[in-house]
């Protein structure tokens, strides 16, 4: 049963709630969907030039054949596109198409496209509904879920956007067939914080499948996406705006994205987050406050997903993006800590701030700096 | 009491209440709001180059000497300054600031500063609070109440935003005084429309006070102000997306846009709403739904508030225009109706078609074509 996917319903701040379906083959519910929220039975289609023949023409086809007009909306594939320049050529296409209050926009695509994609609705003629179809782990684990939409901008990743809770969310996990094999692994390592922070079991499960999950097996990926996204819903429905509790889903992200950073994002965003984690499990046991042997069973519930980082990235460097943080506060970076693994240790408003004398040595240590 | 002004609490979608505090001197208690909603001590003060040196700076300098660190970000006064341009601009400055999400950012000025303010604070690091600090009639009674948030693109004003409600609204009618006459006439036909669809009674107190308002008498001010907000208040709190209710607030809005946009928007919006909202009251008569001489009693209303369209404004462009209108279903404009001065006509959720022979008529007559 679970193999082969199910539902999730994920409560928002205004009470209402979305669904989250997960299964193989489930992209035939689009179109269903897309008609839902689409009242004037226009919708744009937005994918990016490596997902639109893959799957953002078949997702069109689909809707064209159920009655819905479609307007296509593709974007050049790739982190460079998610600019406030490729939102703002996005939105002109929709206004081109003549789509109104009364249509909705689906996004076909990883990270980047939900992000891009769910911030183009989030603003357009001040907010249309989103149905966002991730392709890739990483977008089904984590970025479609939540209602976090967003740009890149010069001074740094994500600083522009807003909340936007989509109107549905439709993982086909057999969609993940065509997702390149370093974005596999680099997915995954969102699915191991969400066991980290909140699961045990998730991460043992995650071990046990790891194999099958790489080679993108439908059954495999139904039965993990489906508990994550059930662990983050958890998460987020409990504060969407990220005013409290939802900080948790920052673990290993505080180091992650000053590591991210400091590679100029040649490092995989999942790799990073893992060394991230490391780090600030290796922080939180020479604070005492995570139970000692932590950091080396995440390591191992990490094997295989992590690429090490190459001798470029350096300490100082590291250390300096971690003073620019989104998240700190009194000039000081903040991080989440783990209690124990599937725990996290509550502190002032859910992080915490460290010594920089722990700061230091566990960086150099996944940096593999002696 | 009423005239030294006083305090309207609007409910939003969330459940969550904000302020809107009206009365002469009320722009001291700025800095005490900014700091509540400042918890990192920094904000951002946006205002455009001809309010800037005779209200910003002044508001900007009490919040230093109350303890804020204060990021100025001045742009260009006028319309043309709405746009995605200048969004992007002032979110660089903010970010140069290095402001985070422990800031909020307070803009002083007329609708086009509340409207793109409030737009950069909705997207900024995924939404800060914003502080509205209206100065003009049209801001206070209007654009800085309920959330709406903006930029125009080539293809219509507007059409790029967010509902954004702000964390307080700071409506001091001293400001008023630097108003040019020209705006203060056009602001106050807002309230115009805010009494003919809610309170009839408000209506006679405009009249009644329309020199003083004109002249820009704080008390008066205060009080029609107030009492604006105050039905304002009651719409939005019931329907804050505009999703059904708030519709009855474009009242006038449909024809006035149209005239608006065929006048290149050499038009003031107050005008262009006032000829829209004499038109609308023409063809709820014509289709025996707004009671007998509405109009007429309008039209005395609206007396000494509402420029003549020069003779360049062209029936069929204005025509063209309504048939481009954002709430367009299924092809055909929708027009709020009145039932008789101070209560709309229930339509279809709210709003109404129109048969073109009567809409024809009608807006000739307000263009003055014979």
Known sequence: ??????????????????????????????????????????????????????????????????????????????????????????????????????????AVGGGVTTDLGGFVAATYLRGIPVIQVPTSYLAMIDASVGGKTGVDVDAGKNLVGAFHPPAAVVADTELLDTLPARERRE????????????????LETLHRRRVALLDADAGAASEIVLASVALKARVVSEDEREEGYRQILNFGHTIGHAIEAASAFALGHGSAVGLGMLAEAEIGEAMGVTESGTRDRLAEALDGLVAPPDSSVDLDRVLGFLGQDKKVRKGRPRYVLLR??????EGEGWTWDAPDDLVRPAVRRVLGVS
């Not at 007009?69 to 600019?83: C, D, L, N, W, Y």
């Not at 124990?340 to 240790?345: C, D, I, S």
């Open 1 to 106: 049963m679970m193999k082969e996917g199910g539902r999730v319903d994920v409560r928002t701040s205004s009470g209402a709630a979305y669904p989250v379906v997960v299964g193989p083959g489930v992209s035939r519910d689009v179109p269903g969907f897309a008609g839902e929220h689409a009242p004037g039975g226009g919708i744009a289609l937005v994918s990016d030039s490596n997902v639109d023949p893959l799957h953002g023409r078949r997702v069109a086809q689909a809707c064209r054949e159920a009655g819905l007009e479609v307007a296509p909306a593709v974007f050049p594939a790739g982190e460079a596109s998610k600019t406030r320049e490729q939102w703002a050529r996005l939105t002109d296409a929709l206004l081109a198409a003549g789509l109104g209050r009364d249509a909705c926009l689906v």
């Open 187 to 202: 997915g995954l390592v969102e699915a191991v914080k969400h066991g980290a922070i909140l699961d045990r079991g998730h």
């Open 340 to 345: 124990r693994l599937g725990e996290v240790a």
